[in-house]
């Protein structure tokens, strides 16, 4: 069974660091490029980047590039995503999903984590 | 950027009547990169259809996709009780990207 799990909710003040996880079972971790998602509260869902674990090959939205960091670590089967410096409206909710296609960067997500609530405030 | 627009922001409908969900691009979307997704409170988003018309494993086939090029439907057949959600369009060629959804409530 493909599972995605996610690591627990985060309370942070502005300007610290945050590191968020997402690790994969069930599948070849490799094989699948793997996503993150925001929705901030009460809104929608931005496509926020994904990285190709087998190598590390990172894709960001123009929107997040500079904004943040993806990155995996094959050897456990994770994806992160982490900020150098977080602000009040870094809050929302982060998504981690797989592409449905092994090895194809331009895929739907087939396989959503349970998601990640990170909230910033002084 | 392809924009997607959904429309209409909001659908009040009863159970047992048909949906339809609009999503338009502001550009062609390439080979029919088009996913449909669902979301209910509290949960993460689940996928429906890929493709623009391939529903996705275990997706009851009440849930159908349609369109190419600039504009696609989704359907809902009759809707169930459990169908009432919030419905996302994603492109997932050049630059991927969500639409902002579509409300369908309980009338």
């Known amino acids: 069974e493909v599972q995605l799990v996610q690591s627990g909710a985060e309370v942070k003040k502005p300007g610290e660091s945050l590191k968020i996880s997402c690790k994969g079972s069930g599948y070849s971790f490799t094989s699948y490029w793997i996503g993150w998602v925001r929705q901030m509260p009460g809104k929608g869902l931005e496509w926020m980047g994904i990285?190709?674990?087998?190598?590390?090959?990172?894709r960001y939205s123009p929107s997040f590039q500079g904004q943040v960091t993806i990155s995996a670590d094959k050897s456990i089967s994770t994806a992160y995503l982490q900020w150098s410096s977080l602000k009040a409206s870094d809050t929302a909710m982060y998504y981690c999903?797989?592409?449905?296609?092994?090895?194809?960067?331009?895929?739907?997500?087939?396989?959503w984590g349970q998601g990640t609530l990170v909230t910033v405030s002084s | 950027e392809i924009v997607l627009t959904q429309s209409p922001g909001t659908l009040s409908l009863s159970p047992g009547e048909r949906a339809t969900l609009s999503c338009r691009a502001s550009?062609?979307?390439?080979?029919?990169?088009l996913a449909w997704y669902q979301q209910k409170p509290g949960q993460a988003p689940r996928l429906l259809i890929y493709?623009?018309?391939s529903r996705a494993t275990g997706i009851p086939d009440r849930f159908s996709g349609s369109g190419s090029g600039t504009d696609f439907t989704l359907t809902i057949s009759r809707l169930e009780p459990e169908d009432f959600a919030v419905y996302y369009c994603q492109q997932y060629g050049s630059s991927p990207q969500f639409g902002q959804g579509t409300k369908v409530e309980i009338k």
């Open positions: 493709g623009a018309s």
């Open positions: 999903a797989r592409h449905g296609t092994a090895d194809y960067d331009s895929s739907e997500f087939d396989y």
């Open positions: 990285i190709y674990p087998g190598d590390s090959d990172t």
């Open positions: 550009q062609s979307v390439s080979s029919s990169y």
